[in-house]
């Protein structure tokens, strides 16, 4: 009885997306996603607030950072929207600018509305 290679070549790739996208999902993926989500932060923050050259944070930062594992690591910078893309195997994060708070990530709408309001009312308490 011969195994048509084909077919374990395709059940042994979904097997292996399997696990990826179960591990992405679990507290293996919040580490991925704080991991991605610092190199958004560091690379924007390096470029956009102190104007370094992308290629010096890369090597600097985030090759510090990662060590590596930066391999894994891909990132979009778009220099006009002023936005970082990072992703960390499935794992992503964008970093932005918000005014009078610099840069911090991007939560999507509702949660940056509820981050906003809460920063805002904590910094206007009388201390």
């Known amino acids: 009885m011969r ?3 084909k077919q374990v070549l395709l059940l042994s790739l979904a097997a292996v997306g399997a696990v990826v ?3 992405c999902l679990g ?3 919040a580490a991925l ?5 610092s190199a958004a932060h560091n ?3 390096s470029l956009f607030i102190s104007g370094l050259p992308e290629r010096q944070t890369r090597e600097e930062l985030v090759r510090g950072l990662f060590g ?3 391999r894994l690591l891909r990132v979009k910078v778009d ?3 002023q936005t970082v893309d990072a992703w960390l195997l499935l794992a992503h994060a964008r970093a932005v600018y918000t005014p009078g708070y610099g840069c911090r990530p991007a939560l999507g709408p509702d949660r940056a509305a509820t981050w906003a309001s809460a920063s805002t009312s904590f910094l206007r308490r009388n201390w």
Request: charged share 15%; proline share 9%; no cysteine.
């Open 79 to 81: 220099a006009a929207a």
């Open 68 to 70: 590596r594992s930066e």
């Open 43 to 45: 690379l924007y923050s």
């Open 3 to 5: 195994i048509p290679i």
């Open 27 to 29: 507290p293996v993926g």
């Open 21 to 23: 996208v179960a591990a």
């Open 33 to 37: 996603r704080t991991g991605a989500g």
